[in-house]
């Protein structure tokens, strides 16, 4: 065992891609709507797009700057969203500024995903404040979504939600991660932060000094220099 996983006292875990998940992912809509325009992503570009998915909202300059151009959600936010989405694709930049509208426009329309806990969370989440370790959550939504985890039945196994704009800080930044400390009650090397984006919560989590464990069901970050979990349940296994 990696002596660094011991004496741990908390698991601080994300919210959105971890604990919370889309069927279909709004990935997968995106691609199936370009297949129907006769626009074709290869396996490599579909993965060179999720990345950089990950990496824009991991509080990125480049979401900073579009946040402080458009409305933050705004109908031209998603529009410059899904230009850049269309180039991290493969796309031609000026094609993807021609199909941006039109492409956002299907998305905004039709994508209407299901939302969905894996059947493992709840055990595992049983589990770990049975056996002593103090839970919480802390994701870069921009309000509180205490709410949000009681509707899925999540709120009992926590003793704290924090939202990046309760802060105010965003993953990676090393503010929000102390702040959930703070929330918690324990030092940095006390904690473990369970997360599936790499660039918010891997980095962040180096930079706060906590222990940082991947969630990556789909090997997107094979490179990942830290613990790494493919299934929520495999967590068990970096704690006994």
């Not at 060179?48 to 990496?55: D, P, Q, T, V």
Request: aromatic share 10%.
């Amino acid at each position: 065992m990696d002596p660094k996983i011991k004496n741990i006292k908390a698991i601080l875990f994300d919210l959105d891609g971890t604990l919370r998940h889309h069927i279909p992912s709004g990935g997968a809509v995106f691609v199936e709507y370009l297949k129907s325009i006769n626009i074709h992503a290869s396996e490599e570009d579909r993965t060179r797009a999720e990345r950089w998915e990950h990496f824009y909202f991991a509080h990125s300059l480049e979401i900073q700057a579009d946040i402080k151009t458009f409305t933050h959600h705004s109908r031209e936010f998603w529009i410059n969203y899904s230009r850049r989405r269309l180039v991290a694709l493969g796309v031609d930049p000026k094609r993807a500024q021609e199909l941006a509208p039109e492409v956002s426009a299907h998305m905004g329309t039709n994508y209407k995903p299901d939302v969905y806990v894996p059947e493992e969370a709840p055990r595992l989440l049983a589990g770990l404040k049975q056996a002593g370790y103090i839970l919480g959550v802390v994701s870069n939504r921009e309000e509180p979504y205490h709410e949000e985890l009681k509707a899925l039945s999540l709120d009992v196994y926590f003793k704290f939600s924090l939202a990046g704009g309760e802060v105010p800080s965003f993953k990676p930044e090393p503010r929000i991660f102390q702040r959930g400390l703070e929330l918690a009650e324990v030092a940095a090397h006390e904690a473990i932060y369970v997360g599936d984006n790499y660039f918010a919560d891997i980095v962040g989590a180096h930079r706060a000094g906590l222990m940082p464990v991947l969630y990556d069901p789909t090997s997107l970050f094979p490179e990942a220099d830290c613990a790494v979990i493919r299934s929520l349940d495999e967590l068990h296994g970096l704690l006994i």
